[in-house]
């Protein structure tokens, strides 16, 4: 009775070891020396189609949280207006890096580069009206500091959006299917920091994309 409660304790917590949002296995970090493969054309990620849906306003304050290559900070940036502002985050300092030689080259007074840490963009507290994190939410290390932190940073009504790979949708390229993960997954984390869901966007072949709200 005693050998069998035991493994009954033993199954239990290693069901919740390795299902805990903390210790999931995160993807490995794109590698800067190979920056040039974020820089291509996207077709199956359309940048004018994403901005229209995040319905930004001219003003806006925007982070683009893993901003890698800047690939998304400069329509961001386009579409905040020169009365706007765009954080291009990330914590791989060649990431940074470039996006500030890029921002410097077309001029663009309305980006701020930021070099964070793992669980936090290290951004000022309530001053975003967005939070972007586009193909970088299955590189987290401790996602769910990481979403705390961002929630800080959000104003009242602010929002999250995130944009990953689909495990569920076949794809020739991207990250392997082990390290990527699931949109119900990554739905139940920000709900457990206390976002809610607003939008479900199903337009991307091998993407989800998800808006979250804070109250
Ligand atoms: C695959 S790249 C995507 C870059 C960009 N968002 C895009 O779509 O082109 C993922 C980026 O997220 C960054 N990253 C990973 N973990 C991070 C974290 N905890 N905070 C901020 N950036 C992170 C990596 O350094 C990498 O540059």
């Known amino acids: 009775m005693k050998i069998k409660y035991s493994i009954i304790c033993f199954v239990i917590l290693l069901f919740t070891y390795t299902t805990t949002a903390e210790e999931r296995k995160a993807g490995r970090l794109f590698p800067p020396e190979k920056i040039h493969i974020l820089e291509e054309h996207r077709e199956w990620q359309d940048t004018e189609e994403i ?28 579409r905040v207006g020169t009365e706007g502002l765009v954080y291009a985050e990330d914590i791989q300092k060649g990431m940074v890096d470039f996006i500030s030689k890029k921002v410097e080259k077309l001029e ?22 967005i939070a972007f994190v586009a193909n970088t939410y299955h590189e987290l290390e401790r996602p769910l500091l990481l979403l705390e932190n961002i ?11 995130i944009i990953d790979w689909d495990p569920a949708k076949k794809s020739p390229f ?13 739905i139940k984390e920000v709900q457990e920091i206390g976002l809610y869901l607003l939008e479900k966007h199903n337009f991307m072949p ?4 998800l808006i979250f709200k804070k109250k």
Not at 111 to 125: A, C, F, H, K, S
Not at 174 to 186: A, L, N, Q, T, Y
Not at 206 to 209: I, N, Q, V
């Open 51 to 78: 901005m229209a849906r995040l319905k930004i306003n001219i003003g806006d304050v925007v982070a683009d949280i893993g901003a890698g290559s800047g690939y998304f900070t400069i329509p961001l940036a386009r």
């Open 108 to 129: 663009m007074k309305n980006i701020r580069t930021v070099l964070g840490i793992i669980e936090d963009p290290t951004l000022p507290d309530n001053s975003l009206n």
């Open 151 to 161: 929630k800080n940073d959000l104003r009242l009504n602010g929002k999250l959006v």
């Open 174 to 186: 991207g990250p392997p299917k082990e390290v990527r993960v699931p949109e119900d997954i990554v």
């Open 206 to 209: 091998y993407h989800y994309f």
